[in-house]
């Protein structure tokens, strides 16, 4: 069983939006802290953005003020919401777990993984 399972990804228009979701299949993430990195082609993979467990979220510069992630411990959900979407976000997009309730914007501080989901935004 696939600990998280990432949907939503697609193919968008520069401009357009798309909204990601990230279900924990086993585990609940109350208590836990979550992210969002995306990897390009041919790039490593970096952040995105992430969610305490709390009300904590911190993004990276360069999608500040366009993406918007939101919890639903019930649901074991991570939403990550993108608005007006550019070619440069184009990228598999990974949510992940760490054992700590707080935000952590390395690769190394989660510990487990989702398998992605491609973004293409066409120009």
């Known amino acids: 069983q696939v600990p998280l399972v990432e949907s939503g990804g697609g193919l968008v228009q520069t401009g357009g939006s798309l909204k990601l979701s990230c279900v924990a299949s086993a585990r609940t993430i109350k208590g836990v802290g979550m992210g969002w990195f995306r990897q390009a082609p041919g790039k490593e993979r970096v952040f995105v953005g992430c969610?305490?467990?709390?009300?904590?979220?911190y993004y990276s510069d360069a999608v500040k003020g366009r993406f918007t992630i939101s919890r639903d411990n019930a649901q074991k959900t991570l939403s990550l919401q993108m608005d007006n979407l550019k070619p440069e976000d184009t990228a598999i997009y990974f949510c992940?777990?760490?054992?700590?309730?707080?935000?952590?914007?390395?690769?190394?501080?989660?510990?487990?993984w989702g398998q992605g989901t491609q973004v293409t935004v066409s120009s």
């Open positions: 992940a777990t760490r054992s700590w309730p707080s935000c952590a914007r390395e690769e190394d501080d989660y510990d487990i």
């Open positions: 969610h305490s467990d709390g009300i904590i979220t």
